[in-house]
């Protein structure tokens, strides 16, 4: 079984475009993160939920809106997609605290024409 | 505030011996280091905490050294396996993780 799957794997849209992506784990971990990396590997966090609660909320644009139904998932819904959103979104989970080791997700490919 | 590895980038042949450097700014807490290979999800090697421990991963290491707010990411008797890019992630005691640029390690045979 997948510890965190993300789905799609893939997506290509178009700009002006409203996208989702969704995570699940079956790690029974209380924290779930969403992670942007640009074409230059750089890896920055976005948001993270501690048990449904948001508890990190970078700088993002508020198109981006993260929702939390309940602990096991953490979907992305981004709104009104611009070129700049292309890059990899991983979704990651771990016990609560960040001083504990993150699991990701194997990433969605978002590209945006 | 992002740290700051170094190399960018080395190439090793398998055996060979590699030193990855992550700095920063600010006093840090907890240092991080992940793998991630190409096309895939970061993985995680191992988590050091304020206190100047070293730890060890197979025959990849680490310290951390609080006064000089660094860590490194060693790399002895290096294997194929090993090849990938390797991330620091630091945290200010503000429980937010923030993970540097990177750096590519290529092991050829």
């Known amino acids: 079984d997948t510890a965190v799957s993300q789905t799609p794997k893939y997506l290509v849209t178009q700009m002006g475009n409203d996208k989702s992506i969704k995570c699940e784990q079956n790690l029974g971990h209380d924290t779930m993160y969403w992670y942007k990396q640009d074409s230059k590997k750089f890896l920055k966090i976005m948001f993270s939920y501690n048990n449904k609660e948001l508890i990190i909320n970078e700088t993002v644009p508020n198109r981006f809106s993260p929702k939390s139904p309940d602990k096991a998932h953490l979907n992305l819904h981004i709104n009104s997609l611009e070129l700049g959103d292309s890059a990899v979104y991983f979704c990651?989970?771990?016990?609560?605290?960040?001083?504990?080791?993150?699991?990701f997700g194997s990433g969605t490919q978002l590209s945006v024409l | 505030q992002q740290p700051v590895q170094s190399p960018q980038a080395v190439i090793l042949r398998e055996g060979e011996d590699a030193v990855i450097n992550c700095s920063s700014s600010?006093?840090?807490?907890?240092v991080h280091w992940y793998r991630q290979k190409h096309g895939e999800a970061p993985v995680f090697l191992m988590i050091l905490l304020k206190g100047g421990e070293q730890k060890g991963h197979d025959k990849i290491s680490a310290s951390f050294n609080e006064k000089k707010q660094q860590s490194s990411l060693y790399l002895t008797a290096s294997q194929l396996s090993y090849s990938g890019t390797y991330f620091c992630g630091t945290e200010f005691n503000d429980y937010k993780l923030s993970f540097g640029a990177g750096t590519t390690v290529t092991v050829r045979a």
């Open positions: 600010k006093a840090l807490y907890s």
């Open positions: 990651a989970s771990s016990h609560p605290g960040v001083r504990e080791k993150l699991f």
